[in-house]
């Protein structure tokens, strides 16, 4: 019973200690010990970490606690899902937990081969291995499951999914359904040419394979009737493309069949949508406001036909005598051939009608006004004559201009421009205005007669100034005598055209006005003898003798100055005032009390003293509290005194070098200025304070050198409590030399030039470092770099700040991996040199036989080896379509990853070469492919006819290549139409272009579009017969010029047109003139 008892109680005790071990591996996993315990951390048999033993254990016991201060947290990798009821030893084996990886492939085998990466949470979780949420991940994808294919299983698109491989499924349509594009027949997606992206015309959100193809994404958006067309309407035999989009490809049946009007036989344009619309081909509507004619008024309601005769619909005229020609002839009330009146006929007609018709007078150099308004037309276009050239009215009323005797308008030589006396509405009354001329008529100018001013019907040249006609007024006056007083002529200055007498003068226009008692005087008092040409500038001349009575002051003693206006007005001689503040001493305080005679005795008043002790040095010499003399004082009282009072006087210590503050402020005067001595010149303390100074022993200031300005440690008001604030100093204090004491430091009173690096008092410390050993690896003596002047552990160390920054895996490596035998003085700067045999071992691809870089960085990361990646985009051939799904090795044979050719032709030559439709080698075709096919795939393939020196048009662009590339001959240097079109040239026989001998430039007058109808502008080719002078001068028939039936060169100007008797009348003078066609042609061929 014991020994089963004692077995049983073993077996207990084993299972509780199987279970202790466990709880020390689980918990302990990811426990870290910081650096004040390394002595420990080197002994622990949980390998490196950098957590306290007291997170789990106890000093009185090693057991582990109940409750744990350890959080897995705080390791970075959280225990969520089945991980937090694993137990530990589940994912730390044995007793060392450093090192540990949390990615989920350091313990999870990657089923999928790399090919999806290292991120297993992107589609799993901790919760459970399984996905149940997989359409939602898929969001995330570059293949977002839409409609359908949002409930299809993964092995229906991912046909390697049981093996675990989802990479490399293609994301276009085409991938899954080329089956499905291949086998549509209505319409038939190959032989139609279809792009092979299917969203086009199919949704991926609908669940079935219905189409609604948007024509409007295409050329040709479809409106109107087009819109309920079956497709094979307009794309006949499965063509659909190139379709035309031009309405007559489809519509010339309609076109040609059209007679009201004839499309045909009119020219129209094949431009359909000018007059109909897609809604229908009837209810046709021609805007012909859109023309160079717009309709208005009647010509609204007139038929096509009465314009457009024989279904002539171009170079119909837009003048209106081209049609109204005998509307014009016609006329006889004005006649309008007789007045030569111009054929632009809307200047006095309307499109309404032809009567009433007006005309604007005022449009014309002589716009009607007042009774010539109702005259008769007639009444001034005698005999027809409307060109007349009138430009004043002299020449229509001449009679009147010489009839008037009063005032006599031929003897006075007046204007013969009436308008200024006359108006249109009458020829009398008329008015003259005189302010329009030299002299306005102002006072009794108003009321004279004309013929008193302007006797003997003398209307020019009239003098204007006062003195040419009133001499004798001037020369009669006797008060004053305008002569002998030699007054100025101009009268203006004193009289007005309101009468001679009553005159006034201004004297403020003088440089003496009158104020005062003076505007009372009478000129003569001033004016003696008539004499008006004083020239006084100031008082003295005429007030010598009040200048001269005064005893208090006296003027004459006291030097006044003779300019009376500082004291004395125009008003009256007294009483007088004197600002002393417009001179050098202003009065102000007692002395605006002061008598004038206290200061200015006998008589003083000029050159007189203006500082206070010139006046008051008895005041200064007297003064004994404090001594003024004895103490040397400024005797700038100012400084002191006011001008109220010599006492009480106050001093500004605050302007001096020494500012009175604190304790200062309330000491005697005395006590500083000892025996009178005001003259201090103290900047500091020490002078005053020797004692003070002197008496400290901690710290000893005399000892201690101390500097004498007491300023940085003790106040003004009071020698205790002090301070001393370090950080004024080259070494502030931080951290832990906060708390140090004064003496520590500065040993033996040494307060001057003491050292303040960290090496200077920590070189022990440094040097009994050992992990790592700081002096055998050379490290630097600025502390700074590792340690805080908080404490010298725990120390860090940025590797960031190195040229090698620790990202990933890196992170986690412990020092002494890197850093082999204490060598800290590494200068790697890439991966090689550590990663060597991580770089031998890959045989997919070969890294060695490939000559890869050793800058693993491109495809590797810090964070594991593997998986990598390699991005193509960053070389000179980045993959793109087919080429992206092709392996590594098809191009890069027998590991050759160097120098690789990267145009097209290098690897496709085969397939250029194999090409028979057209024939690549026979049609001489460049070996730049992606003129014509895509990297997504050989076929289809398409070329762009623009980018050469012939793109196609019109008709071209729906013709077949061999139609014009005979016998595969893709090299063809055609320039213009002749060289494919020689039998359209040479079809025709009205006009016969080979007889004619047209230019080869058929464009001139037809188009890509169709060879018939076509256009020929005679005007800028040849000879200008729709404009210019020959305008509506021919029948448009060309006979009429080229009498000669398909003989165009052949013209005649002289058969019909222009017989020879006017011509040489025209032609008289006219040097080299020859009555011949050619002639004509030569002088005239831009009229």
Not at 94 to 101: D, E, I, M, N
Not at 790 to 816: D, E, K, S, Y
Request: glycine share 6%.
């Amino acid at each position: 019973m014991k020994k089963t008892g004692g077995l049983q109680l073993h077996r207990r005790n084993g299972v509780r200690c199987r279970r202790a071990v466990s709880l020390v591996l689980g918990l302990c996993a990811m426990v870290l010990f910081g650096e004040r315990n390394v002595g420990v951390a080197q002994e622990t048999p949980h390998g490196k970490i950098r957590f306290e033993c007291k997170a789990c254990h106890t000093t009185a016991t090693w057991k582990i606690k109940k409750d744990l201060d350890f959080k897995h947290d705080a390791t970075g990798f959280a225990l969520t899902g089945q991980h937090a009821a694993l137990s530990c030893a589940s994912c730390h084996e044995g007793l060392k937990f450093g090192g540990k990886s949390s990615t989920c492939l350091s313990c999870h085998t990657d089923v999928h081969k790399s090919e999806l990466g290292a991120n297993c949470l992107r589609c799993h979780s901790t919760q459970s291995w399984k996905i149940s949420d997989m359409i939602q991940r898929h969001q995330s994808t570059r293949f977002p499951l839409l409609g359908r294919h949002a409930a299809l299983h993964c092995q229906a698109c991912h046909a390697n999914a049981s093996l675990k491989q989802y990479a490399g499924t293609p994301v276009d349509c085409y991938g899954c359904h080329r089956d499905a594009f291949v086998l549509s027949k209505s319409p038939n997606h190959v032989a139609a040419g279809f792009s092979t992206n299917c969203v086009q015309c199919h949704q991926v959100t609908a669940f079935v394979w219905s189409t609604g193809f948007n024509h409007a994404l295409t050329a040709f958006p479809l409106t109107g009737a087009h819109t309920g067309t079956q497709c094979l309407s307009c794309h006949k035999n499965q063509v659909f493309k190139p379709t035309p989009t031009q309405c007559v490809a489809c519509h010339q049946p309609d076109y040609a069949a059209t007679r009201n009007p004839n499309h045909a036989a009119a020219n129209f344009p094949t431009d359909c949508q000018t007059c109909h619309s897609m809604v229908a081909w009837q209810g046709a509507r021609f805007d012909h406001n859109a023309g160079r004619f717009p309709l208005t008024g009647a010509h609204q309601a007139v038929s096509c036909a009465q314009c457009h005769q024989n279904n002539q619909y171009t170079n119909t005229p837009t003048n209106c005598i081209d049609c109204h020609r005998s509307s014009f002839n016609g006329t006889t009330n004005p006649n309008h051939v007789q007045g030569n009146f111009p054929t632009n006929c809307v200047q006095c007609h309307t499109t309404a009608a032809w009567r009433p018709a007006t005309f604007d007078h005022a449009a014309t150099r002589f716009a009607l006004t007042g009774r010539h308004a109702s005259t008769q037309c007639q009444a001034c276009h005698t005999n027809n004559n409307y060109q007349l050239v009138y430009n004043d009215c002299y020449q229509c009323h001449q009679q009147q201009f010489a009839q008037p005797i009063n005032p006599n308008h031929v003897a006075g030589n007046f204007g013969h421009n009436c308008t200024p006396c006359h108006t249109t509405t009458a020829w009398r009354p008329s008015t003259f205005n005189h302010s329009t001329t030299r002299f306005p008529l102002t006072g009794r100018h108003v009321g004279r007669s004309c013929n008193e001013c302007h006797v003997n019907n003398v209307y020019a040249n009239l003098p204007s100034t006062c003195w040419d006609c009133h001499a004798d007024d001037f020369t009669s006056t006797r008060d004053p005598n305008h002569v002998q007083r030699n007054f100025s002529h101009d009268c203006t200055q004193c009289h007005s055209t309101n009468g001679w007498d009553n005159a006034s003068f201004d004297h403020n226009t003088t440089n003496f006005p009158l104020t005062g008692r003076h505007l009372t005087i009478q000129c003569e008092q001033c004016h003696v003898n008539g004499n008006y040409q004083l020239v006084y500038t100031n008082c003295y001349p005429c007030h010598q003798t009040q200048y001269a009575q005064p005893q208090n002051p006296n003027h004459v003693l006291g030097n006044f100055n003779q300019n009376c206006a500082p004291c004395h007005t125009t008003t009256a001689w007294r009483p007088s005032t004197f600002s002393h503040s417009t001179t050098r001493f202003p009065l102000a305080g007692a002395h605006q009390t002061v008598t004038c005679s206290q200061c200015h005795a006998s008589n003083q008043y000029a050159g007189l003293p203006s500082a206070c002790i010139d006046c008051h040095r008895t005041d200064f010499n007297g003064t004994t509290n404090p001594n003024h003399v004895a103490g040397n004082f400024n005797t700038n009282c100012t400084q002191c005194h006011t001008q109220t009072a010599w006492s009480p006087a106050t001093f500004d210590h605050a302007a001096t070098r020494f500012p009175l503050t604190g304790r200062h402020t309330t000491a005697q005067c005395v006590q500083c200025h000892t025996n009178g001595n005001y003259q201090l010149v103290y900047t500091n303390c020490y002078p005053c304070h020797q004692t003070q100074f002197a008496q400290p022993q901690n710290p000893n200031h005399v000892l201690g050198n101390f500097n004498h300005d007491c300023a940085p440690c003790h106040t003004a008001i009071a020698w205790r409590p002090s301070t001393f604030n370090h950080a004024n100093t080259t070494y502030p204090l931080v951290g832990a030399h906060q708390a140090l004491n004064c003496s520590q430091c500065h040993v033996n009173n040494q307060y001057q030039n003491l050292p303040h690096t960290c090496w200077d008092c920590h070189a022990a410390t440094f040097n009994g470092t050992t992990n790592p050993n700081h002096q055998q690896g050379q490290f630097s003596h600025d502390c700074l770099t590792c340690h805080t002047q908080g404490a010298w552990r725990p120390a860090t160390f940025n590797h960031a700040t190195t040229n090698f920054p620790l990202t990933g895996r890196h992170a986690t490596v412990q020092c002494q991996d890197c850093h082999v035998n204490g060598n800290y003085q590494l200068q790697y700067t890439d991966c090689y040199p550590c990663h060597q045999t991580q770089f031998a071992q890959p045989q997919n691809p070969n890294h060695v036989l490939g000559n890869f870089r050793h800058d693993c960085a491109p495809c590797h990361t810090t964070t594991a080896w593997r998986p990598s990646t390699f991005s193509h985009t960053n070389t000179n051939f980045p993959l793109a379509g087919a080429h992206q799904a092709v392996s590594c090795n098809q191009c890069h044979i027998n590991n050759q990853y160097q120098n690789l050719p990267h145009t097209c032709w290098d690897c496709h030559a085969t397939d250029f070469n194999g090409t028979t439709n057209p024939n690549h080698q026979q049609g001489q075709f460049s070996h730049d492919c992606l003129t014509c096919h895509t990297q997504a795939a050989w076929s289809p393939a398409t070329f762009n006819h623009s980018s050469t020196n012939f793109p196609l048009t019109g008709a071209h662009t729906t013709t077949s290549c061999i139609s014009c590339h005979v016998n595969g001959n893709y090299n063809i240097t055609y320039q213009d139409c002749y060289q494919c079109h020689q039998d359209d040239y040479a079809r025709p026989s009205n006009p016969n272009h080979v007889t004619l001998l047209f230019n080869h430039d058929c464009t001139r007058c037809h188009t890509t579009a169709a060879w018939t109808p076509s256009t020929y502008n005679h005007d800028t080719q040849y000879f200008r017969i729709y404009s210019g002078a020959h305008r509506n001068r021919w029948n448009n028939n060309c006979a009429s010029c080229h009498p000669t039936p398909g003989q165009y060169q052949n013209f005649t100007c002289t058969t019909s047109c222009h017989p020879q008797t006017s011509t040489d009348n025209d032609h008289r003078n006219v040097s080299g003139y020859v009555y011949l066609s050619s002639e004509c042609y030569r002088c005239h061929r831009n009229d």
